[in-house]
């Protein structure tokens, strides 16, 4: 079965501080697809990130990077310099392609609240 | 360019009436997902269409149900409605998805549903 926990509900800092959000996944397939989208209160699902299950290297965008181990089954996100505008809600996802399936199978979703 | 469009933004229904939403995918694009997002249930796959074919359906009872038209818009209809089918319902579209590389999921604004 496929399954994305992302154990925190809800965040909350202030400005200017770090913050990570936690992703663990479960997949037998050893070809997959890891995603992070942001879910502002407007409703839309922005993505920001795709990952390989075979491309393990870390990516940094700006104030956010992306943390990928196998060996742990984790995808963790990191906000550095945090801003009000970060506020959200962050789903993680898992694509694996089982029987033509090829849907996105979301995280409960982590709540982040940036504080000025 | 423009991204994947949604009508309407928000639709209110009696319990046994019948809703209907309509997608338009990002240009391009000819694979349709639909997905529910429920108060605490988080964000569940609900139907994938690609080439005016339906190629997966979630764990939905069969008063969900849609189609894809030649243009590659799509319809969502769910028949007989319940309160509980109150949600956000977001329409996401990718490039053909029949391989098995996972092409990304771009998603609409949504339309929210309140089954009254």
């Known amino acids: 079965a496929q399954k994305v926990t992302q154990a925190q509900t809800e965040i909350s800092v202030v400005e200017k501080e770090d913050v990570t959000l936690d992703c663990v996944y479960e997949t037998r397939d050893t070809t997959y697809y890891l995603f992070w989208y942001k879910q502002p209160p407007s409703g839309e699902l922005v993505f920001l990130i795709r990952?390989?299950?075979?491309?393990?290297q870390n990516e940094i965008s700006g104030r956010y990077s992306w943390n990928f181990q196998k060996s742990t089954s984790s995808f963790n996100f990191t906000i550095t310099a945090s801003q009000v505008v970060d506020s959200a809600v962050y789903f993680c996802a898992l694509r694996t392609i089982i029987q033509g399936a090829q849907k996105l199978v979301f995280g409960q979703g982590t709540r982040l609240t940036i504080n000025p | 360019e423009a991204g994947v469009t949604q009508s309407p933004t928000h639709l209110i229904k009696t319990r046994g009436q019948q809703a209907t939403l309509r997608c338009s995918p990002i240009s391009g694009h000819t694979s349709v997902y639909w997905y529910q997002q429920a108060l605490g249930l988080g964000l569940q796959f609900l139907l994938w269409?690609?080439?005016?074919?339906?190629?997966n359906r979630g764990n939905f009872p069969p008063r969900f149900s849609g189609r894809q038209f030649p243009n590659y818009s799509s319809e969502l209809n769910v028949n007989a409605l319940e309160l509980e089918d109150s949600a956000l319902y977001l329409c996401a579209s990718s490039y053909r998805a029949l391989t098995r590389e996972a092409d990304t999921q771009y998603f609409g604004p949504g339309t929210r549903l309140t089954v009254l």
């Open positions: 990952r390989n299950s075979f491309d393990e």
């Open positions: 269409y690609d080439e005016g074919e339906e190629r």
